[in-house]
């Protein structure tokens, strides 16, 4: 039985659904994560996880329902400002810049802090009591001219950026090229990227895909580190059963596109409609 949490909501997905063309991808899905929470979305394949990812970073527009995240309909915004807001993601596939090296990559995220202009204005319509009226920052002609200040913001990016490097043990690949990581450390880059935007909610798409027993482990504690470091709340879509079990505290499983469960890792590992349609016979201790 789930108790009623006291804590903040961060996210809201209210009767969410999408259509692509005849085929209804996502059938009113309904769902919640409170502030620090780590939450597992799984199922099989085609059952519309990455689509709800989607739906929540602004990539899909619902045909239906809402994405209210802090209390803010973000339903169809772009997604550069949901990110500004302070949502970041990863990706099944990671999508590093191979070419650029590791230390590159983060300040891509840092970057994006750069031209926030559209998020300001979100939260200032949302509650000008507390955030003030955006300014636009003519930011182009200062990187060409190399103005004092933004000589200033460029070193203060790249101290963020080497001090999450620390935080995630990949400081002394800082120089590398992002294609010469082992597998395991890419994937830490892919999420020090994202955590460079500064989010409150992180989603993790199959970040353990691809590892060995070993290596998911260590993904599995590295997860929970920067949880707590970073003050995170986590949506997560991922197949590996046994890292779903040991790291999140609710679940919800999806199958055609609607839920059918919602629950603790324990209760859904023993209801029959997820072993029919995901779990099969296995037992996940």
């Given at each position: 039985m789930i108790e009623i949490s006291k804590k903040k909501s961060v996210l809201k997905l209210e009767n969410l659904t999408i259509k692509f063309g005849g085929l209804t991808a996502v059938d009113s899905f309904n769902g919640y994560l409170n502030e620090g929470e780590l939450v597992g979305l799984i199922g099989p394949n085609g059952a519309g996880k990455t689509t709800i990812f989607n739906m929540i970073t602004g990539i899909y527009k619902?045909?239906?329902?809402?994405?209210?995240?802090?209390?803010?309909?973000i339903t169809g915004m772009k997604p550069h400002v949901?990110?500004?807001l302070g949502v970041a993601r990863t990706f099944q596939n990671i999508r590093l810049f191979s070419e650029m090296t590791v230390l590159e990559n983060v300040l891509v995220g840092e970057h994006s802090w750069l031209t926030n202009?559209?998020?300001?204005?979100?939260?200032?319509?949302?509650?000008?009591?507390?955030?003030?009226?955006?300014?636009?920052?003519?930011?182009?002609?200062?990187?060409?001219?190399?103005?004092?200040?933004?000589?200033k913001m460029e070193r203060e990016m790249r101290d963020h950026a080497l001090e999450l490097l620390k935080a995630v043990d990949l400081e002394r690949?800082?120089?590398?090229?992002?294609?010469?990581?082992?597998?395991?450390?890419?994937?830490?880059?892919?999420?020090?990227?994202?955590?460079?935007?500064?989010?409150?909610?992180?989603?993790?798409d199959e970040?353990?895909?691809?590892?060995?027993?070993?290596?998911?482990?260590?993904?599995?504690?590295f997860i929970e580190n920067i949880r707590k470091r970073f003050s995170l709340t986590i949506l997560l879509i991922e197949h590996d059963m046994k890292f779903v079990m040991g790291i999140c505290e609710r679940i919800y499983v999806l199958d055609y596109g609607k839920i059918i469960a919602h629950g603790l890792p324990k209760e859904i590992q023993n209801n029959k409609k997820v072993i029919e349609a995901y779990l099969g016979d296995e037992v996940y201790v």
């Open positions: 619902p045909t239906f329902g809402n994405v209210i995240f802090n209390n803010i309909d949901i990110t500004h202009f559209a998020a300001q204005k979100v939260l200032y319509k949302h509650n000008p009591k507390v955030y003030r009226r955006p300014k636009w920052k003519p930011w182009f002609w200062s990187a060409v001219l190399k103005t004092p200040d933004y000589l690949y800082a120089n590398l090229k992002a294609s010469a990581l082992p597998y395991g450390p890419q994937r830490k880059l892919e999420i020090a990227r994202a955590l460079a935007t500064k989010p409150m909610l992180l989603l993790l970040p353990a895909a691809g590892m060995n027993p070993q290596e998911t482990q260590e993904l599995l504690e």
